[in-house]
């Protein structure tokens, strides 16, 4: 839309009458590919900031349970999978008991579906400050995403206390945890800024996105082990990026090793989503105001 | 000195039928994207007239310190020009230069969340019109001040007044200090204490070397104001001038009828009973296209097929202001002898002049037969401005009041002392 040019000067806010000599802001129509910006995000950090936490503070406001829905959410599923698949169906996991293996997964998968969930709709829910103020729309999106790991955080410590329960020690792959909670953030941010964006145009997308999620959590190891699937399908379900990344979960809570490959495939499937998903907005981005 | 906003040759084109139909479905696409390829080979005409210029052509600059007033009628441009300077929308043709920060306030609470309270709005509001959260805090005193609202800093939003939410709005961002500051419309609501208030804080950052781009309506407010207006027709600059010169240019040329409405004879609102040709609302023995001015008398006019043959007809217009409140209840009986035909009939009634204040009005109408059973009712028929004319000594707010009679005074002397 616009091109910002900075100059240590210009950013000055009380030049007074002294004008830079270059223009701060200048507006045309925009042509060909448009660049990320991400200076101009990163001078709106403290908007990321405050409408995160302005997405955490409304969610539980006026609910009775308050932040107890961040663990209800993937403990029911959890009890519901245990009884079916653990108990009834007898689904093999790994050496590990059925209702901690399922929780370690339905833990990132819970944040990840949330996360886009959230943030695909979130444009369409700021109408308002679309059509009224400026500033990178991209930090809507974002801000949904991070509301999302307080949730995580929550229900992160009922997984420790899972863990104590069944008697399962911490080993050092726990280190991994940041870096997995990381690429999943990036990966939901990439999905669900996509989704977003499209969402402003095509509002196919609210009814579509909760079936799709839910064959996300069929199509991923979630609650059944990646060992379960046979050699011959192992690829076609590593090219689902959260498989490597829920695995490597598993991986970092239980102590058994990491499979590398997978967690590259994630991690590099994450990379380019999140480009692609970057410019695309971008280019959505320009028509939000007029269609939205 | 070199201007601190350049506009060259700015366009907005806008694509009609966008705005009835914001959004389209995955379906709609996929099926215009099958059609296009056929259509071009049909030799379909390029759908080239369903598109508009919201703006065309507009080139002007704006001095560092200067305030400049923007007028004109609805739909004339105005608020599409704010929102490409504000970075909202992007302009279809032109280029547009800041050489300073910008901070619009398009509309006041704009990102206001109800269910925070006051103080995490301040917080949250300064941020999007891109304030850093240290300069917040640095003015946070400042605002609270300013909105007056000390005691319920802590109460979430949405149970404010609507006064206290407007003052704690216009609070952070008429604190924001940018070099650039765009108002809207802000004067249109709120008491006049307030309205006062916050003049007064648009003189103050125009004293202090800022720039002030004023969009409104209440062109008193404009020619006392800024030294500077533009006034936009159809998406064009037609007047740029001294502010009283394109005021009285805007008031007495009467840029363009919007007190007039005409429906083709396929598309009458209506049913099977009554159907409406036409409402205007106009000056007595003015022409439809001229303003209404407070001191005029006030023409309401319309034109009806009525297809119920003999019968009593009556037609009452309901009158409201730009806030909601029912200022009046009037209407006529066109037949008092059950003996109105079928055919067009036009009911014109006169308000009396000196009632109005000058605000925006709207106004519904109504059918009705045998003065018991309705007809037939249209919401929000039209809307109309009255506009002042008068000067105060200065005083340019809003007259306040939601009636201003022209009363009769008379001071006599009775004696030198009480006795």
Redesign the interface.
Known sequence: ??EIITSQAAIE?????L??AR????????RGRLPLRMREIWQ?R??L???T??DI??RY??TLLGAAWAIIQPLATMLIFTLFFGRLAGMPSDNIPYPLFAYAGLLPWTFFSNAITNSGNSLVGNT????????PRMIIPAASVAAGLLDFAIAFGLLVGLMFYYRVGISVNILMLPVLVVFTSLLALGVGMWISALN?????IRYALPFLIQLGLFATPIIYPASMVPQKWRFLLSINPMTGLIEGYRSSFFGSPFDWLSLGISAALTVVILFYAAYSFRRME??F???? | MKPIIKVENLGKQYQIGLKAEPYSTLRESLVNAARRPIDALRGAKKNGNDRFWALKDINFEVMPGEVVGIIGRNGAGKSTLLKILSRITEPTTGRVELFGRIASLLEVGTGFHAELTGRENIFLNGAILGMRRQEIARKFDEIVDFAEIEEFLDTPVKRYSSGMYMRLAFAVAANLDPEILIIDEVLAVGDAEFQKKCLGKMKDVAERGRTVLFVSHNMIAVKNLCERALCLQHGQVISDSKAEETVDKYLQAGIESASERNWAIDEMPGNNNIRVRRVSVHGLNKPPDQLLLATDRIVFEIDFQNNLDKSDIDVTWDLLDNQGTHIAHIGAVCSSDGKLGTGLYRTTGVFPPGILNSRRYSFSVQFGRNRREVLFRMEDVLVFDVHDNLDRDGNFNEFPGVIRPVCTWDTAFLSERIT
């Open positions: 839309m616009s806010p009380h030049s007074g009458h004008l830079p223009p701060l802001v200048v507006i045309e129509p925009s709106y403290d908007l900031y405050i409408l936490a302005r503070k409304v406001k006026q308002n400050l679309i059509t009224k103020v400026y500033f402003v145009k095509y509002r196919d320009r028509t105001a007029d269609i939205i």
